[in-house]
């Protein structure tokens, strides 16, 4: 979605023509020969008496209107938050381990030496739109993304602030091109776009199940907001000046378990046999959370009937700190549980439990040899 600002200016010219006109008195002279007689009174009605006030002659007009103010600030004319394909995903959700890019299209009127950042920031809302970025309580690389287009030395910098490793700083491109409206001899309009990479656990945020595609503004709870920032440095004005922009998109739920390890018990009949060592479970979830395991019953490798029974194997690790047997009919969750969730990871990209712990009490008398069993562990995203 493309945003636009468009100033139109008109230019009123106002002619004024004066006119003037003239009246003349006309008298036409008429002579009679009188007869020979007294003449006391001659009436006469065929002539006209004529005034004229002359119309005043007019104030020549001033100078025009002239050319348009040059604005101190800088304006961002349009823009948008898209994949790397050019799709506009302002007010919907992406995904995350893609490409983004953030595009805006900003005019100075005072020169581009004159534009010292250009600032993103972006941050997941919490449920409250009044959050702004890095704020108290929403802190965290999964939570906030800062971008920054730096120009104080003459050379541009494109950076990536914030976070550190959470999200992967893609390409910068800068491009100029022209405001029609400005002048031609101070005005200059660049093209910017910033990417970057969301990493796995960037929070999922689904929006407040209807998105309002107003622009400039956030209105949609349990999103990320961003804002835009441009900063002027003020040289030709009485300081600093910066305009902003606000706007939201979402992000769609991921949930991965990328590796388990395998667990080894040796033991003899009648010993609590507890595995060779811990193991580490590695997960990915960019929102709330649990995470269980369940163990099918241990099948001797030859003798199908010489087999053991779950309830004899106990787990722990991950929030479930006492080891604790399998109950023969569900499993057990190292986070939240079957109605409950632990919360999202606010600061790594990878959650890793390494202090996962299984044993298996053997019974007396049990035949010896090798018993296997399928562990099913299950990672469950919040939505």
Known sequence: MVKRKICNIFLLVLLLFSAFSTSLIVVTPIVKIANAEDITTYSHSSSYLSVTTPIPEPEPPGPGPGPPPIETKPVINWYDFQTATGVSKLNSQIDVNQEYKFCINITSYQGWDDIDYVNITAWFDNGDD?????????????????????????????????????????????????????????????????????????????????????????????????????????????????????????????????STGTVAIQGIPGENATADSSITINTRSNGNYSLSVDVDTLIHETHSTANISNQTMWARGGDLTKFTNFPGSGPLHFYGSSTTYADADDNNSTKTTNNVDYKCNIPLGQLSGNYTATMYYQLITQT
């Not at 939570?143 to 104080?152: C, D, G, P, S, V």
């Not at 907001?225 to 910066?242: L, M």
């Open 130 to 258: 009044s959050t702004t970025y890095n704020s108290s309580g929403n802190l965290g690389g999964n939570l906030n993304i800062f971008l920054q287009y730096e120009n104080t030395t003459g050379t541009a910098n494109y950076s990536m602030l914030w976070p550190d490793d959470k999200v992967t700083k893609g390409s910068f491109t800068e491009t100029v091109t022209t405001d029609h409206v400005g002048s031609s001899s101070s005005t200059e309009c660049y093209n910017l776009t910033f990417s970057f990479i969301p990493g796995y656990q960037f929070r999922y945020a689904p929006g407040d199940g209807s998105w309002d595609y107003a622009t400039n503004a956030g209105n949609d709870v349990w999103s990320w907001n961003f804002k835009v920032s441009v900063t002027d440095s003020g040289e030709q004005a009485s300081g600093p000046s910066t305009t902003s922009i606000i706007d939201e998109f979402g992000v769609y739920s991921y949930t991965e378990i990328v």
